[in-house]
């Protein structure tokens, strides 16, 4: 059974910075796309970045030049490094990844959600 194990969320101040790792537990056999999401109380869960197995890299408007998604293959791991936040980025930060543990069989696959609070 694959589960995404997430880490590094907490408590930052305004201006502060974070970082997120996340990686697959459990017997794989690859791993294609890989990416984060996020969720503030009231909100619809929005894709904040993502980052192909080639290493091209996209982002959500309201983070651009602010966060940046990272992966280290050999470890299957992604990485979420947050700076200047800002309380609007307060939110429960979710894993995303699209995993095959045979070939050719791909599933998508979620983390359990880390909470990020920005706040004074």
């Known amino acids: 059974q694959v589960q995404l194990v997430e880490s590094g969320g907490g408590l930052v101040q305004p201006g502060g910075s974070l970082t997120l790792s996340c990686a697959p537990s459990?017997?794989?056999?690859?791993?294609?796309?890989m990416g984060w999401y996020r969720q503030a109380p009231g909100k619809q869960r929005e894709l904040v970045a993502a980052?192909?197995?080639?290493?091209?890299?996209s982002f959500a408007g309201s983070v651009k030049g602010r966060f940046t998604i990272s992966r280290d293959n050999a470890k299957n791991t992604v990485y979420l490094q947050m700076n200047s936040l800002k309380p609007e980025d307060t939110a429960v930060y979710y894993c995303?990844?699209?995993?095959?543990?045979?070939?050719?069989?791909?599933?998508?696959?979620w983390g359990q959600g880390t909470q990020v609070t920005v706040s004074s």
């Open positions: 995303n990844a699209e995993i095959a543990t045979i070939p050719r069989m791909w599933h998508i696959y």
């Open positions: 459990g017997r794989i056999f690859s791993i294609n796309d």
């Open positions: 980052a192909t197995s080639g290493g091209s890299t």
